[in-house]
């Protein structure tokens, strides 16, 4: 089983930054992509930034380019979301995921609240 726990989550004025982790344990393994994703009040779940564990490679939501950041740590089983240039609109649920074997995301943290004040 994997688990996966966020913080950093905050609030924070309009063009501030924030920081949010996620701690991975369990059976980490390393064949497999870790995602952020946000879910604000009465709207759907959305996928911000994703890294596969082994490569590296990245990508982001439209939304996000240019102002946020996804990296890990594979030394600490981490994974990283740097926030910048934050608006009221990024204001959210963040949570952090791990694919499964089928390639979904099949592990999920409980979330960190991040509120962006204008």
């Known amino acids: 089983q994997v688990q996966l726990v966020e913080s950093g989550g905050g609030l924070v004025q309009a063009g501030g930054s924030l920081r949010l982790s996620c701690a991975a344990s369990?059976?980490?393994?390393?064949?497999?992509?870790m995602g952020w994703f946000r879910q604000a009040p009465g709207n759907k779940r959305l996928i911000v930034a994703t890294?596969?564990?082994?490569?590296?490679?990245?990508w982001y939501a439209d939304s996000v380019k240019g102002r946020f950041t996804i990296s890990r740590d594979n030394a600490k089983n981490t994974v990283y979301l740097q926030m910048k240039s934050l608006r009221p609109e990024d204001t959210a649920l963040y949570y952090c995921?791990?694919?499964?074997?089928?390639?979904?995301?099949?592990?999920w943290g409980q979330g960190t609240q991040v509120t962006v004040s204008s």
């Open positions: 995921a791990r694919t499964g074997n089928s390639g979904t995301y099949s592990y």
């Open positions: 369990g059976r980490t393994g390393s064949t497999y992509t």
């Open positions: 890294i596969t564990w082994s490569g590296g490679s990245t």
